[in-house]
């Protein structure tokens, strides 16, 4: 086991990106309205977010609730210094996101075999050849390319995943051209020293400003997770408004960590992030109410109800 990072100072700027428009509402069976995708947006960069991942060109019979991703990307407001980011399996959904322009495209491939069939019906290795013209001609139009490693901290259906198969991934995803690798914990099971082993891997291949954090809160430890890859200098993660979501293809797995969550222990540790508590709050407000239900952060439901108190 690696020693503990006793001393190095925990960073003094983090970026979060939303990804509750895609993340959080790809797994909404209650149709959600194009106009209410399009306000959540406008409300996250109004909020301060600068990177939101806004919605997916995936096929609308694998996840009907991402079938207006058109609609969404023409609704939205551009102001320069946001980036919007959508996700793309393949170039179908790389000529969407172009339609789009897109800022940013988001390749997904699994450190899991049996993930990567049932998610995108496919294997690693046909993945990653799928993804290389998506990452060569997102490259060529001058777009970002991000790129998220799946069930890196677990498997719904294979269970535990080797560091080794986490690395491969990582190193393959690099090697077709990704700007940026995102750790993604897509069932919310990992905890502290194994996710703090895993990004000590892929910190040897990938630059601290481009490598980040995904973690889904299902066994509540995505917060403890943040923390330990502060710890290891990690600056950037993504989170969902609300705690929104999970994926359609990952059973029982949560929402992402909740952006409010993540912004009151950044803003409490002295780390800026340039976000507007209060404005995302109402964020989550405006989104839980337009599904009905309250937000699943505990961030969220503390200032609000301290609101109506006041
Ligand atoms: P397939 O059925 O193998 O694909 O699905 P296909 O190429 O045989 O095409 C089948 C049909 O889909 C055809 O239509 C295509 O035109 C259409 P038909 O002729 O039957 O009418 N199609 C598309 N339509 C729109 N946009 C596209 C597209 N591609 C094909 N891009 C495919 C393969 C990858 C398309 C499918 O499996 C898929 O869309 N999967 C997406 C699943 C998904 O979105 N999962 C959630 C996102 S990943 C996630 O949440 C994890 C993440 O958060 C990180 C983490 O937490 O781990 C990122
Ligand atoms: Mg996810």
Known sequence: MSPMPLNTPLPTHVTLVDVGPRDGLQNEAQPVAAADKVALVHRLQDAGLREI??????SPKWVPQMADAAEVMAGIRRPAGVRHSVLTPNMKGFEGALAARADEVVIFAAASEAFSQRNINCSIAESIERFRPVAEAA????????????????????????????????????????????????????????VQRVMEAAMKRVPLAELSGHFHDTYGQALTNIYACLELGIHTFDASVAGLGG???????????????????????????????DKLVDAAAFISGALGRKPVSRVANALLAKRQNT
């Open 53 to 58: 991942e806004v919605t997916s060109y995936v």
């Open 139 to 194: 490259r060529a139009h001058g777009m970002k390319v991000r790129a998220a490693v799946s069930c890196a901290l677990g498997c719904p259906y294979q269970g535990e995943v080797p560091i080794a198969a986490v690395d491969d991934v990582v190193q393959r995803l690099l090697d077709i051209g990704s700007d940026h690798i995102g750790i993604a914990d897509t069932i919310g099971v990992g905890t502290a020293q194994r």
């Open 247 to 277: 994926c359609p293809y990952a059973k029982g797995a949560t929402g992402n960590v909740a952006t409010e969550d993540v912004v009151y222990l950044l803003h409490g540790l002295g780390i800026a992030t340039g976000i507007d508590l």
